[in-house]
Antibody, heavy 120, light 107 residues
């Protein structure tokens, strides 16, 4: 079955760029039934949708992060990536990648999540 | 943005109880409403799409209803593995937004 795995540094300094990768296994990222999504969860808090990307490279993102956010897709590697610039402590969170099912308007497969701490 | 609220924020219940969680949207979202379950330290699990469609593998004791602005998630006969936090999510308008969560705790 499809599995997602997030990877990236667990510690990022303030003002730097947070970079994460999500590797999709067991299925093709080029399947047109899905978007590939980033969601984050601040410590002890709820879920925040960051954005999602289609295999074509089209992106839909949260306006609250738009000016700092870049998402990309590499179909040859079956990966998506997230870059969030000018981070601060408020970006400390668990970051999840997930598969968005276009037909169902929800996320049916999730990675385990990766904890990112912004601190000097 | 569409603001999602949930009530209660937490509920204490016993195994076998019936639990109902309410989710309200700040504007009409038709039936573009999903529910997730999240156990501590785990990723969310997709339970329900389109307000009432159970995802594959989700036990039938879970059910959802509603449309427009008011939605409910009901768990009949609560099981030990159901103690978790439940989130609603709207997908009618960007950005996609979640409710703050309802924690179902053991009484």
């Amino acid at each position: 079955q499809v599995q997602l795995q997030e990877s990236g540094p667990g510690l990022v300094k303030p003002s730097q760029t947070l970079s994460l990768t999500c590797t999709v296994s067991g299925g093709s990222i080029s399947n047109d039934s899905y978007y590939w999504t980033w969601v984050r969860q601040h410590p002890g808090k709820g879920l925040e949708w960051i954005g999602y990307i289609y295999y074509s490279g089209a992106t839909f993102d949260n306006p609250s992060l738009k000016s700092r956010l870049t998402m990309s897709v590499d179909t040859s590697k079956n990966q998506i990536s997230l870059n969030l610039g000018s981070v601060n402590a408020a970006d400390t969170a668990v970051y999840y990648c997930a598969r968005w099912v276009r037909r169902d308007y929800g996320m049916d497969v999730w990675g385990r999540g990766t904890t990112v701490t912004v601190s000097s | 943005d569409v603001q999602m609220t949930q009530s209660p924020s937490s509920v204490s219940a016993s195994v076998g109880d019936r639990v109902t969680i309410t989710c309200r949207a700040s504007q009409g979202i038709a039936r573009y409403l999903a529910w997730y379950q999240q156990r501590p330290g785990k990723a969310p699990r997709f339970l329900i799409s389109a307000a009432s469609s159970l995802q594959g593998g989700v036990p039938s004791r879970f059910s959802g209803s509603g449309s427009g602005t008011d939605f409910t998630l009901t768990i009949t006969s609560l099981q030990p593995e159901d103690f978790a936090t439940y989130y609603c999510q709207q997908a009618n308008r960007f950005p996609i937004t979640f409710g703050p969560g309802t924690k179902v705790e053991i009484k």
